[in-house]
């Protein structure tokens, strides 16, 4: 089993993860990459917060483009 990931696929994933959409495996191999990977787990942390903000104001959208940006910028960081 090959539960080495790169940062790309963590934040492809991020969304699922934080969703609990994944399967028991990618979960723990994402958890796994956030554990050791300090700008993804920042990623992690801004997903979250997000997602808290949207829910107390009761928000739809975040622009989508500016979600994209954030993340590409953090995934950057990260080479
Ligand atoms: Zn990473």
Do not use: W, Y
């Not at 963590?10 to 990618?26: H, K, P, Y």
């Not at 920042?42 to 997000?50: I, P, S």
């Amino acid at each position: 089993m090959d539960d080495q990931i790169d940062c790309g696929d963590a934040l492809l994933q991020l969304s699922a993860f934080l969703d609990g959409e994944l399967t028991d495996e990618n979960r723990l191999a994402i958890a796994d990459h956030l554990n050791r990977c300090a700008p993804c787990d920042g990623a992690r942390h801004f997903e979250g917060e997000l997602r808290t903000v949207i829910q107390d104001r009761c928000r739809e959208e975040v622009p989508d483009d500016l979600r994209q940006r954030i993340l590409a910028a953090i995934a950057d960081d990260a080479k």
